[in-house]
C-alpha cells in the first residue's frame, strides 16, 4: 500500500500538479464547486423528502435533485482523487483524510440504504429519518475534507 | 400536516454552513492566524516539501517539532528555494511570524537562511534591514 501510494505521487499527473500555478487551484476550485453542488442538492432533496416544499411534485423534484447530486458527486471523486495523488501517502496516514473517506462510505450505504428500503409513494415511511441522517453526514464530510489542511 | 420547515429558515442554515467553512478556510492561507511581530527559529530540517497546497518545512528545534509554512510553491520556487538547495539534516534559521496560538509549534516564514545562503519567500514582508 505504502509503494502504491508512492508510485501515485510519482505520476507525471501528480508531479505536475504539485508544482503548478495555475492547474492544482483550479482542480481545487473544481472540487469545491462540485462539493457546492452536491450539499446544495442533497439537502434540498432531503428537505423535500422530510416534507418541505410541499408544493413541488416529490418524484420529480427528488428525481432530479438525485441526478445533480450524483454528477455533482462524480465531479468530487474524480477531482478529490487528483488533489490526493500530489500527497498521497501523507492523506493516507491523516485520522482525519480516513475520517472523510470512512463519512463517505457511510452516506453512500445512507443512499443505497433508502433507494433499498424507502420504497412506495410520496415521502414513504421511515424517509426522514434516512433523509436527516444523509444531511447530518453529508455535512460532517465537508468539515472533515476543509479539516483536512489544518490539521 | 403543515410542513416542518420553511424555505428561509434552510437558505439561512445554508448561509451559515457555507460562511464557516469559508472562514475557516480563512485562517490557513493568510496570516490572520500568526502574531506581529518577527520570530526566529533555528534548528535541523526533518522534513521538506515544496509543492501544492503549501510548501512547508519540519523543523526540529532543540527537540520541539516544529512546523514552518511557506509561501505558495510558485513563489517558494522563485524566491530560489527548491528540494535541491536544501536537505534533511541542514541547519536552517527560519525567520517570520509565529502561530498566535503560543502552544502551537507552528510559524509562517518570510525568509529563510540554509547553508549560509537567505531566501526571502516573501520579500515584502521581511524585517527591514
Ligand atoms: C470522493 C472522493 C474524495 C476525495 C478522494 C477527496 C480528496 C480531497 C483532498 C486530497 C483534498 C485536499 C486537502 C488539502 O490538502 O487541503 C480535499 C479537499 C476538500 N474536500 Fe474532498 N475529496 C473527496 C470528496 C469530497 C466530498 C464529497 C466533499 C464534501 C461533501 C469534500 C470536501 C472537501 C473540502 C471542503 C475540501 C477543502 C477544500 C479547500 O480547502 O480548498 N470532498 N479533498
Redesign the interface.
Known amino acids: 500500500m505504502t509503494e502504491f501510494f508512492a508510485g501515485l505521487e510519482q505520476l507525471a499527473l501528480a508531479r505536475w500538479?504539485?508544482?503548478?500555478?495555475i492547474a492544482?487551484p483550479v482542480v481545487?476550485a473544481l472540487h469545491i464547486m462540485s462539493i457546492?453542488a452536491l450539499?446544495?442538492s442533497v439537502?434540498?432533496m432531503d428537505?423535500r423528502i422530510?416534507?418541505?416544499?410541499?408544493s413541488l411534485p416529490y418524484a420529480a423534484f427528488v428525481a432530479l435533485l438525485r441526478r445533480i447530486a450524483l454528477a455533482a458527486f462524480v465531479g468530487a471523486l474524480v477531482t478529490g482523487s487528483l488533489l490526493f495523488s500530489?500527497?498521497a501517502s501523507t492523506y493516507a496516514a491523516m485520522p482525519v483524510f480516513l475520517a472523510k473517506m470512512a463519512l463517505i462510505l457511510l452516506a453512500g450505504i445512507n443512499f443505497f440504504a433508502f433507494l433499498r428500503f424507502a420504497r412506495g409513494g410520496d415521502e414513504p415511511a421511515g424517509s426522514a429519518i434516512l433523509a436527516v441522517l444523509s444531511i447530518l453526514l453529508w455535512?460532517s464530510v465537508?468539515?472533515a475534507g476543509?479539516?483536512i489542511?489544518?490539521l | 400536516m403543515q410542513s416542518p420547515f420553511n424555505g428561509i429558515r434552510s437558505v439561512a442554515l445554508t448561509a451559515a454552513v457555507m460562511l464557516a467553512a469559508g472562514t475557516a478556510a480563512y485562517a490557513h492561507h493568510g496570516w490572520s492566524w500568526t502574531q506581529d511581530g518577527f520570530f526566529e527559529l533555528r534548528g535541523k530540517i526533518t522534513a521538506i516539501y515544496i509543492g501544492n497546497p503549501h510548501a512547508t518545512l519540519d523543523v526540529d528545534a532543540e527537540g520541539e517539532a516544529w512546523r514552518v509554512e511557506m509561501a505558495p510553491p510558485s513563489r517558494t520556487i522563485a524566491a530560489g528555494f527548491t528540494e535541491e538547495v536544501a536537505k534533511v539534516g541542514d541547519e536552517v534559521t527560519a525567520i517570520g511570524n509565529r502561530s498566535l496560538e503560543a502552544s502551537e509549534k507552528r510559524m509562517k516564514a518570510v525568509r529563510l537562511i540554509v547553508g549560509g545562503k537567505t531566501y526571502d519567500v516573501y520579500p515584502d514582508r521581511v524585517p527591514p534591514a
Open positions: 500538479l504539485k508544482a503548478s500555478f492544482y481545487n457546492g450539499l446544495t439537502l434540498l428537505l422530510c416534507g418541505a416544499f410541499r500530489v500527497k455535512t465537508l468539515f476543509r479539516f489542511g489544518f
